[in-house]
């Protein structure tokens, strides 16, 4: 489902899945916020559960237009500019995904793992155990926050985030407004019961005026099956209805204003993708120990992302990429400018050559798919040898993990006296062949710090 949410699609620059969810809400209104986008079915869990507590619990409320068209500008705005942090926190996608990696994916993980101890008491290995770790705080406490709001606004009030706050929620509801079908009220039928307003999630249906806001309907259909004299109805949109009106806010949408609304958006819109255009110039096996850091003049980027700036133009951090990711290398970066957006590090694991998950799930172009040939010869990085740390050299000892675990070759073994070859080996680093997978920097026995570690490029290059 995730290459076919709106705003990564949009900034892929996938044309047939933002046309074809635009048609969609065209012919049918925002099915999409109801059955497609994973944060709105969430939230209707939540709101469910609200109606448990207190049935009939709705009411209507004039559209908050002024914040809906700020939001969307500084959306737009902030995806022209490249200003990842703020994409990632209000697009819904990311929002919901940071939710489902930082609490859902460790539950999931501990579930596996309950099942593993187990079936290993009866001598099954049907399953087997998998870490579970902390990818990144300033991570799960962006997504706890995002969740407690979340959950107290759609118990209180239903689908206010959706039609205040979202970007994607304001861009589909112009188009909703000019759907093919949608809910009437039948004015001959109503009896004023209210009951449809008081169940209406998204506050948009005025019952005593007989009106709906269509730019707010996320076609739930609740008011139709709450209604007990039929008096609502999903129906053709006719060319002058007779038994129903169109309301946007507190005042009826002339027809020119809605054209402008249109046309507005989808310039926008358009704009935002025909910059993003010009940008497009586009696990390791090892038990986990007390490793650290290096800290890395350059932060390394996953193979796929061609350069730092490529994926901090199209990243939304939805976290699908570090949840996907075998081998424990993809976290959060926590750096302001890169904030949430994935960045590799080794401590856990190195990127394995014949994995190309990250890439594989990327929906917004920010990691472009890539096969397991284009993997060996990306380079993300090279190798730097720290002299101070290198056991041969510290505990007189012989070692050479880092260039028997060398994929490519990149790392051989040399006299550290060329005059006396009784003398330890030390490796040399060969920066023109090495592809950056930090598979000697996770295998370096040297603790807290390896002896050798990878410096990122800014820009990827083929070798």
């Known amino acids: 489902m995730a290459k076919i949410q709106f705003l990564p699609a949009l900034l892929a620059l996938n044309v047939g899945v933002v046309a074809g969810l635009i048609v969609l809400t065209l012919l049918f209104g925002r099915i999409y916020c109801s059955v497609i986008c994973p944060l709105g079915v969430m939230q209707d869990g939540f709101a469910w559960l609200g109606k448990k507590s207190k049935k009939n619990r709705y009411s209507y409320s004039p559209a908050k237009n002024i914040l809906r068209w700020i939001m969307l500008g500084l959306m737009a705005v902030a995806i022209i500019l490249g200003i990842g942090a703020f994409v990632a926190l209000f697009a819904p996608y ?66 206010t985030y959706c039609n205040t706050i979202c970007p994607v929620g304001t861009v589909l509801g112009f188009f909703s407004k000019y759907s093919l079908f949608r809910p009437v009220i039948d004015t001959k039928k109503c009896v004023n019961c209210g009951l449809c307003a008081r169940n209406c999630k998204a506050a948009c249906i005025d019952s005593k005026n007989h009106t709906i806001d269509y730019s707010r309907c996320v076609d739930c259909m609740d008011c139709i099956g709450k209604c007990h004299t039929h008096a609502i109805s999903y129906s053709l949109r006719t060319k002058h209805p007779k038994h129903s009106a169109e309301k946007t806010g507190d005042r009826v949408a002339a027809v020119d204003g809605g054209r402008r609304d249109f046309l507005t958006v989808t310039a926008l819109i358009g704009s935002a993708a025909a910059i993003k255009a010009q940008d497009k110039v586009d696990g390791g096996l090892a038990e986990i120990l007390d490793k650290k850091a290096p800290v890395r003049k350059t932060p390394i980027v996953p193979p796929g992302a061609q350069g730092i700036r490529n994926l901090t133009s199209h990243c939304t951090a939805c976290q699908l990429c570090v949840s996907a990711c075998p081998n424990g290398v993809l976290r959060p970066s926590t750096d302001l400018d890169r904030l949430m957006q994935p960045e590799s590090s080794y401590e856990r694991g190195y990127c394995r050559p014949e994995c190309t998950r990250c890439s594989d799930v990327c929906p917004a172009g920010a990691i472009k798919p890539i096969t397991v040939a284009d993997k060996s010869s990306i380079q993300i990085g090279h190798a730097v040898w720290v002299k101070e740390n290198c056991v041969p050299l510290t505990d007189g000892v012989e070692c050479g993990n880092c260039a028997r675990h060398c994929p490519v070759g990149a790392i051989q073994m040399v006299l550290s006296d060329p005059t006396n070859e009784e003398s330890v080996k030390i490796p040399v680093v060969n920066t023109e062949r090495c592809i950056g997978c930090g598979a000697c920097e996770n295998l370096c026995p040297a603790r807290p710090f390896s002896a050798i570690y990878v410096e990122g490029h800014e820009n990827h290059r083929t070798i």
């Open 94 to 159: 990311s929002a919901y995904g940071r939710i489902a990696q930082s609490f859902l994916a460790p539950l999931w993980a501990w579930g596996n793992n309950l099942l593993a101890y187990w079936a290993e008491r009866r001598d099954s290995y049907a399953f087997y155990t998998v870490d579970v770790w902390m990818r990144g705080a300033v991570t799960m406490i962006v997504a706890g926050v995002t969740l407690v709001a979340l959950a107290i606004l759609a118990w209180r009030n239903g689908r």
